[in-house]
């Protein structure tokens, strides 16, 4: 275990996967200033800083992992996706599909994403729903600084298009990190802290605030389970189920807005699958349907924070029993 | 490293060019008669399509656009089954799944037909760095057209190839019309190759209603990519003589300009010019036309009689 | 009333848009050659051809819009509104909020979609959600010519960026258009059918899928009643609210993939506002998590049909019976 | 019609640039101190800001890139108010909503900046047409950097506006950096105005650093838009001597480079030719600098002494 920052972490998930395959390479507008290191070890060809042009980056990923490369492209922030969403959407999401399963699109796309610095809705904007949406891609948002590692390297090994999203928040805060070849697989939830009155779902930064709010409410006699997912698409669509089952209770948080956000499919996925073990409401906690301003507070106030999701989680709990002593 | 391709006599263009009109044809008719959807013919452009692709090594790589069919059979493809892969059938180059629009064939190493115009542009870069990595000489064809090159993708994917040293023959198949739009309310110069001192890159135009011409010009670029690593722009100048997708009645296209791409035709001139020169008997002709109509009354049996693809495809090959 | 296509009816909404308002243009790649009437009575200044670059078509209505004129842009077919995200998303739904009110961006951008051409995934995508997601935009996708005819007047006059999506099945199938200026408010469901066992919710062709099921189901004794969304952003959840809570039992149907779709914002809506009383789970029938393919026997597949959804009302209602049984 | 603009003097120039500087360094002190998010200053290019603000008339109008602060400074903006912006201040232009990245001033003309880098190019072409479908003879000052000369929307929008002959006055102020990577990473010519040539429109290069020369060429390039109602671009060639975005200790930057460009800067190379022509004397150098100095401390505690936007702010101005 080494205490590292999810950049770093990020860095050494390259490294490593680098190292192991010869086909992965990396690619962006200034990936190769920025991880010198990686142009160190592993070559110009293999580092490479790109034009200004997110299209074509993700285009060239696309044409290169269709033809045996393994690419990995920062496309630097979620917004400029925008810039890349036909090369994403419409060559590595679909032409797998579409050549009837000719070629395959080994490719990882990673954008920085959410609050914390101040940059406003042109920068911070969470776009991760459209992607899981969209067919033939898969989408990981992770919390954690050992998350990010295995993520990434499990996201490099994947045969598909894996949308990678880096919280900022999360980015330059240290966390543990196991040594060695750790790899997280895509599509597993992980179970941040055990309870049984309430599931709080949640990936990213708001599993913090899921996991603080859990403590207050402990301390109150409220048993909060908390689920990180992770893995947005696919998502573990049994660890959740399994959880409001046991608990008969969902609040899902996140800071994306809200309308047709991928709390919106957990939400409508329990209302189908564990409809007869919810005792409650589901609850959503999310971003305003706003963009995100600049101004500090008004950053702060778009983001689902611990105490609303106590109070939430309070409300859920309340509610029921309000409605069995009825 | 493949050798380098003979050079074909322009008898050979002929009967390919034979080949490919015929089937666009057929398969236009066959959207007329409800068998199969709507299609994107390149009647009109034959010469610009097996001009260049029989430049092509056979180890080069190609990806093209919604007007894909004569490269796609001057590279070999099967009309039968691209015929199968127009009507849906699971015979298909890709089962059914692409239709006309989409068609891949790895085997020929067609990468892509983009329906998304501008799609083709935005792969060939990675495609050609793939070849470079692995320290082959191939080349990357990438046929687009006149629309294609307003698209911002064109000025991402010719500078980052440019950037980057990657071997990709850039062919604009510019044919005066982009869908119901004609070039030069698009664009103010006359000619796409002279953007390509943009990107420090050389580009040239070429008639793209001679084969011959076609052939010569894409060898001459082929071989300076493979020499100086640098991509190269070639703009086949030629007309897209039917509609833009069936059904279209060209209702909007000017009668004098049709008429004198018409006389142009780049079948009927290289025929007539063959008849006359005597380079081609009138039995020779006869008997192209006679084998060009066998291979497609097989090809069209073959794919009418295919079946369709079961349900279970609706799902398949999303992810790897 | 006249009997016209949905076609017809969007011709005539430009026009007289553009004969009511002077600031109302439209462009897009062949439009003024597919339109030559508004060009003709209009002049060639307000209904132009561009060349083909879906991003800077976005991008000059955005301008346009942002300095005093009212554009309706024609984008063909939705894959390819993945080369104009950046200008739609970016700018025009969020400017207005970053320059703190200075500035509105009144556009309408139209784009094609479904199943029915057999033209395959890059041109039948159904990508509607992506901009419910998105901040300072609103969406709209009618199902009767009467619709398209007034939602397109609406839209044109409302002071926002609409998406305005044509389902192709639909386009040139002749339906009645009330005489006059007949404007449909955006964000206002119509009650198709009604009914008070189970709640159909749809949007575009598959309304009338529901309508089909429902006559069905009415041979049956099962009084199903349709809600066509129209607007899905505004979307009228009061409508929606108010049918579920009279019937107890919700089908959420469209075309659009499943994961994230729009369906899964009614569901999750409809789970946390109107859980008291649902009476059983809600039901989602939704394309496949897949791309669209050419073949027509797998495109028709992968659009929820009448069948499936009667038979998905049966089994809610059903359901609902053998729990009160039990 | 408003009159052309006066042709401003270079003292003029020097303070308006001295206040730039100054700004932008406060901005970046007040970044350093935690009292305002990062900023992407333009110290170095002010002599591009100023030439072509001043060319400009009244009623013309701007988009600008996320390196703004000059552009609005010199068309008059308010420091207090940009400063209250910057610092997320209810005060600001856009009440704290848009923050360093996005200020946009109405009453300024000022329509845009744009942090998502080509934003302003795609919005350029429709404020223009906004402005010749009124039947007014104002231009659009369009200003972005070299990099997003490489993005597909700058292909677009100089195409778009050639052929619909849009008055804009694109403004490539090549900076020789794009973020952490070298222009000549990014591109094989030197020079982003030849690239016009492809447009059929017509560009030029110009020494950044030299506001005057600055001023003249744009003045000249707008009158040329007035009277051909065609766009133009022109390019300044200057240089980003601060770092990217704040923090960034340019430890990528070549020693030389940055060292040859120091040596341009063009505040000080004005000031002392100025100085030593006479034409300004130490007294009149010693009272711009205190009035500057006089005008940011104003604004400083203007913006500091500002209130934060109230939260119902958060969903205020989605929807008109
Ligand atoms: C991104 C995108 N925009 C628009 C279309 C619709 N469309 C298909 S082909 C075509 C014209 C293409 O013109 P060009 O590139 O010159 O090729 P051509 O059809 O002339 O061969 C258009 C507008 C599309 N398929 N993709
Ligand atoms: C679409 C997009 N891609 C990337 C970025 C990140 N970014 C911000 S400024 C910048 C460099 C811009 O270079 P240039 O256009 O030359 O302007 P300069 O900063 O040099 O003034 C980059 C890459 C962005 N803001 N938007
Ligand atoms: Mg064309
Ligand atoms: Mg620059």
Redesign the interface.
């Known amino acids: 275990m080494r205490t590292i920052t999810p950049y770093d972490a990020i860095g050494e998930a390259l490294a490593e996967e680098m190292r192991r395959d010869a086909t992965v390479?990396a690619f962006g507008?200034?990936i190769a200033?920025?991880r010198h290191d990686l142009v160190a070890e592993f070559g110009a060809?293999r580092v490479?800083?790109?034009?200004?042009?997110?299209?074509?980056i993700?285009?060239?990923?696309?044409?290169?992992?269709?033809?045996?490369?393994r690419?990995v492209v920062d496309l630097l922030f979620a917004?400029?996706?925008?810039?890349s969403?036909?090369?994403i959407?419409?060559?590595a999401?679909?032409?797998?599909?579409?050549?009837?399963?000719?070629?395959?699109?080994?490719m990882v796309a990673m954008a920085m994403t959410g609050a914390g610095?101040?940059?406003?809705?042109?920068?911070n904007?969470n776009?991760e729903?459209?992607f899981?949406?969209?067919?033939?891609l898969?989408v990981v948002m992770p919390s954690t600084a050992a998350d990010f590692k295995g993520l990434m390297k499990s996201s490099i090994r994947d045969?598909?298009p894996v949308l990678f999203f880096l919280d900022v928040a999360l980015l330059h805060t240290p966390g543990e990190v196991p040594d060695g070849d750790h790899l997280v697989p895509l599509g597993k939830a992980a179970i941040r802290r055990p309870g049984s009155d309430v599931t709080l779902v949640s990936y990213a930064k708001t599993v913090h605030g899921c996991v603080a709010a859990a403590e207050t409410l402990a301390a109150e006699g409220i048993s909060a389970e908390v689920v990180d997912l992770r893995s947005l698409?696919p998502w573990d669509e049994e660890a959740v189920l399994a959880s409001v089952r046991k608990t008969g209770r969902l609040v899902v948080v996140h800071e994306?807005?809200r309308?047709?956000?991928?709390?919106?499919?957990i939400?409508?996925t329990?209302?189908?699958?564990a409809?007869?073990s919810?005792r409650?409401?589901?609850?959503?906690l999310a971003g305003?349907?706003?963009?995100a301003?600049?101004?500090?507070?008004?950053e702060q106030?778009?983001v689902p924070q611990a105490d609303a999701i106590a109070e939430a989680a309070r409300g859920a709990v309340a509610r029921t029993l309000s409605?069995a002593t009825a | 490293m493949s050798t380098s391709p003979a050079v074909p006599g322009p008898a050979a263009f002929l009967e390919q060019m034979m080949l490919i009109r015929a089937f666009e044809e057929r398969s236009a008719a066959s959207f007329a008669e409800g068998r199969s959807p709507g299609t994107c013919t390149c009647v009109g452009q034959e010469a610009s399509a097996v001009g260049v692709v029989a430049a092509l090594r056979e180890d080069d790589?190609i990806?093209t656009n919604h007007r894909s069919a004569g490269h796609l059979l001057a590279r070999g493809a099967d009309p039968g089954r691209l015929m199968a892969e127009i009507m849906g059938r699971s015979t298909?180059?890709?089962?059914?799944?692409?239709g006309t629009l989409?068609v891949?064939?790895?085997e020929l190493g067609v990468?892509?037909t983009?329906t998304?115009v501008?799609?083709e542009?935005?792969?060939?870069?990675?495609?050609?760095?793939?070849?470079s990595?692995?320290g082959s000489d191939a080349v990357v064809a990438c046929f687009f057209g006149d629309g294609a090159a307003c698209e911002?993708?064109f000025?991402?994917?010719l500078?980052?190839a440019a950037?980057?040293k990657l071997p990709v023959l850039f062919v604009c198949e510019n044919n005066e019309w982009q869908a119901f739009v004609h070039r030069r309310e698009t664009m103010l110069t006359e000619n796409i190759a002279s953007r390509a001192a943009g990107y420090g890159i050389e580009g040239r135009t070429v008639d793209g209603n001679d084969a011959e011409a076609v052939f010569a010009a894409a060898a001459e670029a082929v071989e300076r990519i493979r020499e100086t690593k640098t991509p190269f722009l070639l703009e086949t100048k030629t007309y897209r003589l039917r509609g833009h997708f069936e059904p279209d009645d060209q209702g909007y296209v000017d009668k004098d300009e049709l008429a004198t791409w018409r006389a142009r035709d780049p079948i009927a001139t290289l025929r007539s010019r063959l008849l006359s020169s005597g380079a081609l008997t009138t039995g020779e002709a006869a008997a192209m036309d006679r084998r060009v109509a066998e291979r497609l009354d097989a090809a069209f049996s073959f794919a009418a009689g295919s079946p369709w693809p079961s349900l279970d495809q609706l799902t398949?090959?999303?992810?790897?």
């Open positions: 390479l507008e200034g200033t920025k060809a490479r800083n790109t034009p200004l042009a997110e299209g074509i993700a285009g060239t990923a696309a044409g290169a992992a269709a033809t045996g490369l690419p917004p400029f996706l925008t810039f969403m036909e090369e959407v419409n060559s999401g679909k032409l797998r599909f579409l050549s009837g399963g000719q070629f395959s699109f080994p610095w101040g940059v406003g809705a042109q920068h904007h776009v729903a459209w899981v949406h969209s067919p033939g898969k045969d598909n698409k994306a807005s309308t047709c956000g991928v709390g919106a499919e939400a409508a329990v209302a189908e699958e409809f007869a919810l409650t409401p589901i609850v959503r305003p349907d706003a963009p301003a600049s101004s500090w507070v008004l106030a778009f409605l | 790589l990806l298909g180059y890709c089962g059914g799944k692409s989409h891949s064939a790895k990468i892509l983009s998304i501008g799609g542009l935005s792969l060939a870069p990675g495609v050609a760095l793939s070849l990595m692995k911002g993708i000025h991402e994917a500078n980052l950037v980057w398949t090959n999303v992810y790897a």
